[in-house]
């Protein structure tokens, strides 16, 4: 099994910055999990890709509306991966998820069925 805790999540206002963390373990963890990603779902809507990093060469892959103003990284040695968030807006809060799984191609990995672990998500509020 596959054990995902994140972290870093908070209220900032409009043009702030947030680092949100998500550390994995579990002993399958590295046979189960190619690449690790970040989603996020606001109130009545669905949730939605916002970025993935394969765990192994660290090709990353965003969505549009996160492109130049989001970082995904991981550290390897803590089996822990990162969102760094910059230049945030009110249309970002959601709850932000991460999760993990062997999604398979670029094609692939903004859906959601394709990670078969998550964990509990993180409030991110910004205030305008």
């Known amino acids: 099994q596959v054990q995902l805790v994140e972290s870093g999540g908070g209220l900032v206002q409009a043009g702030g910055s947030l680092r949100l963390s998500c550390a994995a373990s579990?002993?399958?963890?590295?046979?189960?999990?190619?690449?690790m990603g970040w989603f996020r779902q606001a109130p009545g809507k669905e949730r939605e890709f916002v970025a993935v990093i394969y765990w192994s060469g660290g090709s990353t892959l965003y969505a549009d509306f996160v492109k130049g103003r989001f970082t995904i990284s991981r550290d390897k040695a803590k089996n822990t991966m990162y969102l760094q968030m910059n230049s945030l807006k009110p249309e970002d809060t959601a709850v932000y998820y991460c999760?993990?799984?062997?999604?398979?191609?670029?094609?692939?990995?903004?859906?959601?069925?394709?990670?078969?672990?998550w964990g509990q998500g993180t409030q991110v509020t910004v205030s305008s």
């Open positions: 579990g002993r399958t963890f590295s046979s189960s999990a190619s690449a």
């Open positions: 999760a993990a799984g062997a999604p398979g191609s670029t094609a692939l990995v903004m859906s959601p069925e394709r990670y078969g672990y």
